[in-house]
């Protein structure tokens, strides 16, 4: 066990070296990393309490971990990871704009803290990647200001409100305009994603189990099996060898459909997670579909999203990973108040639709409990 | 069968981090019919009440449908008069239908999982010496701290806002009053 958190330790040391090289030296990801690690050794309760990291340390053991399933996310999402950590040092306290420069091996991003809300003027300009802009403004304090756009998942809301006089500023945080697939760092058409359904699974996909929290969303059975990739998870029809269906592995760029909009049709397929099957079954008066934290409510007979039926947080829970950022308050529902309740042994969590056990002093999940109002 | 399979798993990777064995994961949890109706029968999204803003937003965006369902959320409702302190304009642009994806995304900033009560919030910002970090449904944290008596919850930018009155316990959840809107960033 100690071993494992060692390595994984390591690994994350090694991921963010280059980070550190890159920005002359400056250990933000290091940081994240260790203290992330410290967490867990530490006492209950004393999860480093910054908005930029959750979530980030579990990410970089699972790349560790993954050996030849590692996700090419890993490195690049610690990168960026560094970046939130030391803009949060700085501005915490000025609140006010911060000019940082990200290199996401391509091309580079400037973004900057919002800081205050007030009318800003504000000009789309137009970058040569898809789905990703520029907005240059004014505003009193400062000449220049960059809104933010490349965002790490783990920052949070896609979709950040920002308006002018004239109304709403729409951007695409980080991500694909509705009817493009997420694929690596691109945006996949549609077409070529629908293209793999009926296909064989391929060998190197086979032996690709779902870890963490969707190991017990997507559960193998005699009929389906789930396997995943950097992009989707997959359910592969046994008898045949064949891929059945797909959709977006759970980003969590948390980009909710909007309702009134058609549902892609692509990902068209009921994949409602197994705990929330008896709420939301399939074959009633709704489609419900399971995308990126919300299972949708879909009108069958024109496709389109009715209403949002539950929301998810998707988090890395799973038997033997810490406790994810943001859960140190006891949430038990309180159906299960009187039986789940935090002691000197052992704490309680919920999320999306299972009961945690917690040992408070190594911050590790030890158990999880079915669990649905 | 998938169950066992859990159960199993996750008993023997008890049994290999700890030796010990608690409950057997997997089983469904019985649940106590008692404190199910203490908490009524109202659903969050019935419970609203005075916050007509809050509702007509969540309308819109789709979210009464998710408040009315089976949860649990801890939800942080901002009153009328918090919606008011927002920019002018601000709230009008998010409610149009063009605003509909800023405008959930403001709204599950305002969603926690599970039920917490302010006590709770208020034990884990004393474990945490201060302060406790709150995960939302839209991917991002707020800080939760005290001042006196109050808690208070601030977004990533530094608004605050404060939890007025006690817990409204719901059937899917809790409501907790707040006088700020929060905003994600």
């Given amino acids: ?373 | 069968m998938p169950l066992n399979k859990l159960s199993t798993g996750a008993a023997l990777a008890a049994l290999l981090l700890l030796g010990a064995c608690g409950e057997k994961a997997g089983d469904s949890a019985p649940k106590s019919e008692a404190a199910k109706e203490a908490a009524g029968d109202a659903t969050i999204a019935a419970g609203l009440g005075d916050a007509t803003k809050f509702a007509a937003a969540a309308k819109q965006s789709g979210l009464d449908a998710t408040l009315g369902g089976p949860g649990p959320y801890t939800v942080l409702v901002p009153t009328d008069a918090a919606f008011d302190k927002m920019p002018a304009g601000a709230l009008d642009a998010l409610m149009k239908p063009e605003g509909r994806a800023e405008l959930t995304g403001v709204l599950t900033y305002h969603i926690l999982p599970g039920a917490m009560l302010a006590a709770d919030i208020g034990k884990a910002i004393d474990a945490g010496k201060g302060k406790t970090v709150l995960a939302t449904m839209a991917g991002g944290t707020l800080t939760a701290t005290k001042e006196g008596d109050a808690i208070v919850i601030a977004d990533g930018a530094g608004t605050k806002a404060r939890i007025l009155g006690p817990d409204e316990k719901k059937s899917n959840g809790v409501i907790h009053r707040i006088d700020a809107v929060l905003m994600p960033s």
């Fill in chain 1, 1 to 373: 066990m100690m071993r494992w958190m060692l390595a994984a330790g390591a690994a994350v040391l090694a991921i963010t070296a280059p980070v550190a090289a890159q920005k002359g030296g400056h250990g933000g990801g290091k940081e994240h990393g260790a203290g992330q690690q410290k967490a867990s050794h530490g006492s209950g309760g004393g999860q480093k309490a910054d908005r930029g990291t959750r979530g980030g340390g579990q990410k970089a053991e699972r790349s560790a971990r993954g050996g030849g399933n590692d996700r090419m996310r890993g490195p690049q999402r610690m990168q960026r990871q560094s970046f939130v950590q030391r803009d949060d040092h700085q501005s915490r306290g000025r609140g006010h704009n911060e000019v940082r420069q990200e290199s996401r091996g391509k091309g580079q991003a400037m973004k900057v803290d919002r800081g205050n809300r007030g009318n800003d003027n504000v000009r789309m300009v137009r970058d040569d990647r898809p789905g990703r802009a520029l907005v240059r403004g004014n505003d009193r304090d400062r000449d220049l200001r960059v809104a933010r756009f490349d965002r790490d998942r783990d920052e949070g809301v896609r979709f950040v409100p920002r308006w002018n006089d004239r109304g709403l500023v729409r951007g695409f945080v980080d991500g694909c305009p509705p009817g493009l697939a997420k694929k690596g760092n691109g945006c996949m058409p549609p077409g070529q994603a629908k293209k793999l359904v009926g296909t064989p699974l391929t060998a190197a996909l086979g032996l690709s189990a779902l870890d963490g929290p969707y190991r017990n969303w997507y559960r193998d059975n005699d009929r389906f099996m789930y396997r995943w990739d950097d992009d989707y998870i997959y359910r592969v029809d046994r008898d045949r060898g064949l891929i059945d269906a797909l959709f977006p592995y759970t980003n969590r760029d948390y980009y909710y459909y909007p309702v009134g909009m058609t549902y892609p049709d692509y990902y068209n397929y009921y994949n409602v997670p197994y705990q929330y099957q008896s709420f939301y079954p399939d074959g009633g008066d709704y489609w419900y579909r399971y995308g990126d934290g919300a299972i949708y409510q879909v009108n069958p007979s024109n496709g389109t999203i009715s209403g949002i039926a539950a929301l998810l947080t998707g988090d890395p829970f799973a038997v033997g990973q810490p406790l994810p950022l943001g859960y140190s308050a006891y949430n038990v529902p309180f159906a299960y108040r009187d039986r789940y309740y935090d002691t000197a042994d052992n704490w309680y969590r919920y999320n999306d639709g299972y009961i945690y056990r917690v040992d408070p002093t190594t911050q590790l999940i030890t158990a999880v409990i079915n669990a649905l109002v």
